[in-house]
C-alpha cells in the first residue's frame, strides 16, 4: 500500500502528518497538520483542515517541472478543484474533532467550531466558530450521541449540538479542575460509552497523587444525571463482541455466589457489546461492575529477596499504584532460594 506523504505543492511541499484524519463529504481531511519537505524541516499548521479531492486520497501524484503535475495528486492545492486548505483564524490549536449528524464538530484548546460544506468545487469547506470559551484539552474524550458530543475541556465536561455548547457537570464543578496537568495529564483522558448501563466512563489521572496514568475513572449516568468516581487504571476503551456465549463451564468462578449477573441479562451471550480497558502494561480487561478486583493487570519485572532489615523488594515499572491500594500475586514462575512463586496467592498492601 502507497505511504500517505502526498504532495500538495511542487516545490516540494507535502503533508507529513496531522493530528486527525477523517472522512467527510467524500474527501479525506486532514485536521492539525504538519507539512514540508521533509519531516526534519517540516512546520506545524495547528488551525489547519486541509484535505483531498473526491476521487482517491491515495493517488499521491508526481511532479516532472515546477508547477507542472505530471499526474495530479488527488491533495494537491494547485490547481483549483484538487485538494486544499483552510486556516481557522484563531491562535488555538484542533485537539479534537466529531460528527454531530452532518457536521463535522472541531474542537480546539478554548474554543469550539464546526467545519462546514460550502457546496463550492474549488473551496468546499469553511469555518464557523460555535463557542468562544469552552472548546477541549483532550483529544480521545470525545464521546458522540445523537443529538451531542461529550467532551472534557479545561473548564468543565461539556457537550456540543453544533449549535451551542454548554457544561453538564455543574452537580461536579470542580472535578475537572482535579485532573493532573503535569505528565501530559490532560491528553491522557480517555472516554467511551457504555450503551447497555446507559453509563459514560472518562479515564483520567488524578491531579493529588500526580500520577503519570490515569488512575480514576469518572462515570456518568447520562439518563439520571448524576456522577461517580471509581480507582481504576487505564490508559484507553475499547468494545468487544465475544464470539461464544458464556457456560458456567466458561466461567471461571468457585461458586455461584462468586456471579453477579442475572442469567438472563444478556452479558453472557455472544456478541454482547462488552467494554474493555487497556492498561499501560498493555493488558486488556473486560470491564465487569459487579467485580471489585482486577484480574492479571501487571507484570512483575525483578523479585529482590529479603535482607534483613530490608523486606522483599518487587520491581513493576511503571505500575501506577498508590499508597493504600492492595496487590495479589499471581502467575509468579522462576527459580530460587527461596522460590519466588510462593508469593502466589498472596495479598499486600501497597
Known sequence: APILVPDIVATPTRLQQCRILVAYKGRMVALNTFEGADFATGRQFPQRARWSDQ????????????????IIGSWAQTPPGFGG????PTSEQIISAEFIKDVLVVKFERSS????????????????????????ESTFSLVPFD?????????????DDSINVTRIDMKIPQVVFNINNANDGPKRVYGIRDYAN??????????????????????????????????????????FQRQSTETWATLDYASWADWDETWSSGAG???????????????????????????????????TPAADPTPVQIGI?????????????????GIGSPDPSTLNGTIYKI
Request: charged share 10%; net charge negative.
Open 55 to 70: 476521487l482517491d486520497p491515495l493517488r499521491i501524484g508526481t511532479v516532472t517541472a515546477p508547477n507542472t503535475w505530471g
Open 85 to 88: 486548505f483552510t486556516d481557522a
Open 113 to 136: 467550531w464546526k467545519l462546514l460544506d460550502t457546496g463550492n468545487k474549488n473551496f468546499p469547506f469553511a469555518w464557523y466558530k460555535i463557542n468562544t470559551e469552552l472548546g477541549a
Open 147 to 159: 443529538r451531542g458530543v461529550f467532551s472534557v475541556g479545561n473548564v468543565g465536561v461539556l457537550t
Open 198 to 239: 446507559e453509563l459514560v466512563y472518562w479515564a483520567f489521572p488524578n491531579s493529588s497523587e500526580n500520577p503519570i496514568y490515569p488512575n480514576k475513572i469518572l462515570v456518568y449516568n447520562y439518563v439520571n444525571q448524576t456522577w461517580a468516581i471509581f480507582n481504576d487504571s487505564f490508559t484507553c476503551f475499547g468494545y
Open 269 to 303: 451471550q455472544s456478541r454482547y457489546l462488552d467494554i474493555v480497558g487497556g492498561n499501560q502494561h498493555g493488558f486488556v480487561e473486560i470491564l465487569v461492575q459487579q467485580s471489585v478486583t482486577n484480574a492479571q493487570s501487571l507484570y512483575i519485572h525483578s523479585i
Open 317 to 333: 515499572p511503571d505500575h501506577n499504584l498508590q499508597s493504600g491500594q492492595f496487590v495479589k500475586f499471581t502467575g509468579i514462575l
